[in-house]
């Protein structure tokens, strides 16, 4: 009886969503259970190590609130955010743009720190596994927002520039639940990669900005 | 069965690997198109039948110290049941009380009945273009087996509800160099990568889709993939370590996609690119 009932309320239910997945903390003793569980089923392999497991304090929100924090409290997204912006190091020369052309090759490659990337192996800026750059690469991901026409569209201004270094850096800074991964914060790319990638973003020249 | 895998081996052979080297939107497409082809080339067949015929054979074969077949080995539905038990897994089993996906039970029944140690069959689990583990082989007879029917893992055991609200919780757990989840590609509707189609594994629809055409053969790496193998290679593309064979967090993983695509059809074993 209660599978016919489920049954045909999937039936009815069709494309859309189910019950709601969120999972704030609505069972402490389920949450730690889940977290105990997913310590002890991993292994290390290659440069994937144990410690990838382990929350830092945006995670840890971000895991905690179903990436909806709430603004207020130390684990809060304005104590968070501000904390993360704190933490961004800025270019010491004071410049934020590099070379279109070396963004764009950085931009194309999907690599880095999987298990199977050896150690010091170049990591890619996986741009367009979830962004739409220029308009000649038609294999572009949706996950993120398309990012054609960036700099026609904000002007390259100083402000500008500052804010995309800033946030390829750490989009936790500026959207502590972002889905964008933090290449500056943990190192995954360098001060002179992320200029390049703002340079692809708002270079005049650069494709993403011509018809 | 008995001329189908002569043409589909057959067919394997055709298949040109250079249409799978990676490039630009142009060269996808390409692929793509080349993938249709191949397809229409055998005509509605998968190939993963060549490995579920062998998985028959290696199911009813005596093997191992204890010169025993599988047939005795209970899947849910009691001993020797195959159809429809895949269908109804993950499930708890009593004997070892725990729940249980197929793979660690299929280790379970070859390691009671047929005498093998876990430690060998679950070392190296995955297939390689040279090496083709049995364990894979009766994966894809099992699936194959509940073809066509709902899948209705039975969540009544508290173990199992247990098992599937742990799944959602590992779902959402973000973490790792590249702050990831299983979510942050399958939690919204019409997201890709690349030009790769992303299912939303947290609607009834999108999970139906994904578990329900899983296990799976995959031509651009000529090789019949498992649910293990599927759920290990997302975890390496979150950049985590690397989940254990058979451990509860994927068979957690597992029982959440199939609560959500409970009610739906099952439709693997599948073909993918």
């Known amino acids: ?211 | 069965m008995s001329f189908k895998p002569l043409m589909l081996a057959a067919a394997l052979f055709a298949l040109p690997i250079a249409v799978f080297a990676q490039g630009g939107g142009e060269a996808k497409d390409n692929t793509m198109a080349e993938i249709e082809k191949y397809r229409e080339m055998l005509a509605g067949d998968n190939p993963a039948e060549l490995y579920e015929a062998k998985g028959e054979e290696i199911w009813k074969r005596k093997a191992g110290p204890k010169d025993a077949s599988l047939e005795k080995c209970d899947l849910g539905l009691g001993p020797g049941v195959v159809k429809g038990a895949y269908a109804q897994m993950p499930r708890y089993f009593a004997d070892v009380n725990r729940v249980q996906d197929l793979e660690s039970r299929l280790v379970h029944c070859m390691v009671t009945l047929q005498g093998f140690k876990a430690e060998d069959l679950t070392k190296e689990p995955f297939d390689t273009d040279d090496r083709k583990t049995d364990l894979n082989a009766l994966v894809a007879y099992v699936v194959g087996a509940s073809k066509g029917m709902t899948i209705n893992p039975p969540l009544k055991h508290p173990q199992e509800k247990e098992m599937a609200e742990l799944g959602k919780r590992i779902f959402f757990y973000r973490a790792g160099p590249y702050d990831f989840s299983c979510a942050t590609c399958h939690a919204e509707n019409g997201r890709r990568i690349r030009l790769q189609d992303l299912p939303n594994l947290t609607t009834h629809i999108g999970s139906q889709r994904a578990y329900g055409s899983w296990p799976a053969y995959r031509i651009s790496e000529g090789l019949f993939r498992s649910m293990q193998w599927r759920i290990n290679d997302c975890f390496r593309q979150q950049r985590f370590p690397e989940p254990q064979f058979g451990s509860d967090t994927v068979t957690a993983l597992l029982l959440f996609l199939a609560s959500n695509a409970a009610g739906g059809k099952y439709d693997g074993p599948g073909f993918k690119r």
């Open chain 1, 1 to 211: 009886m209660k599978n016919a009932t489920m049954l045909s309320l999937w039936l009815a239910v069709g494309f859309a969503a189910l019950p709601p997945s969120a999972i704030a903390a609505d069972d402490p003793a389920l949450e730690k259970k889940a977290v105990e569980m997913i310590k002890r089923d991993f292994k290390e392999k290659g440069i994937a190590k144990l410690d990838r497991l382990n929350l830092d304090a945006v995670q840890a929100a971000c895991v905690k609130y179903s990436d909806k924090p709430p603004h207020e409290g130390s684990d809060g997204l304005d104590t968070l955010e501000k904390q993360q912006m704190a933490a961004i190091k800025w270019p010491a020369d004071g410049k934020f743009m590099g070379d279109w052309k070396k963004g764009e090759v950085l931009a194309q490659s999907g690599r880095g720190m999987t298990w199977r990337d050896k150690p010091g192996d170049p990591n890619g800026g996986n741009c367009y596994n979830c962004h739409q750059l220029k308009p000649q690469e038609l294999a572009y991901g949706t996950i993120g927002p398309s990012l054609l026409q960036y700099g026609k569209i904000r002007g390259n201004t100083p402000e500008t520039q500052k804010y995309t270094y800033g946030k390829i850096y750490n989009a936790k800074a500026y959207n502590l639940c972002s889905n964008m991964p933090r290449f500056g914060h943990f190192g995954v790319l360098t001060e002179e990669q992320i200029k390049d990638l703002v340079a692809l973003l708002l270079d005049p020249e650069s494709p993403v900005n011509k018809k």
